[in-house]
């Protein structure tokens, strides 16, 4: 599970690369490789469970990320079973960040026209950040167990 953790530490180094006027592509690249960080970390986890370690990498090649997007509103929208308020609390963490950060991924690659501020994209990583140490919280969980269940396939 280095490469989400290691998406993350990238980003960041690309939000602080240059110390005074900061580069659109710089900035773009920061936001779009932190969403990339917490998308790679969902689908690490969802196929780590997979007993085949060869097949991993293509069983990870088939999330979606409009039906990731869609498990995540679903899971924030609902009331979910969790065995404490703090287990729904994290998911709905992570649903929110996930949603949140493929927002900004779409405008900071397909929009031209957004100039970006090295704070925004700071606040996105930490976005990020805050939905990794939630993550770590309920990794384990059968609700979490469930949720990658639902970000491969809907129902």
Do not use: G
């Not at 917490?38 to 088939?62: D, E, M, Y």
């Not at 100039?115 to 993550?135: N, S």
Request: aromatic fraction near 8%; proline fraction near 3%.
């Amino acid at each position: 599970m280095a490469l989400p953790q290691h998406l993350l530490d990238q980003a960041l180094l690309l939000a602080r690369l240059e110390q005074n006027r900061p580069r659109q592509a710089s900035l773009r690249r920061a936001v779009s490789t932190t969403y990339y960080s917490l998308f790679h970390l969902l689908t690490s986890a969802a196929v780590a469970n997979w007993k085949q370690v060869r097949q991993r990498p293509l069983l990870a090649r088939a999330f979606e990320h409009r039906r990731m997007s869609d498990a995540c509103n679903k899971a924030r929208s609902r009331q979910v079973e969790a065995p404490s308020n703090m287990t729904a609390r994290h998911l709905r963490t992570v649903a929110n960040a996930f949603i949140q950060l493929q927002q900004q991924r779409n405008v900071a690659d397909y929009d031209n026209s957004r100039r970006w501020t090295r704070t925004e994209v700071l606040d996105h990583i930490e976005l990020a950040a805050t939905a990794f140490a939630a993550w770590s919280e309920i990794a384990r969980e059968p609700i979490a167990e469930d949720f990658l269940l639902q970000l491969l396939v809907q129902r």
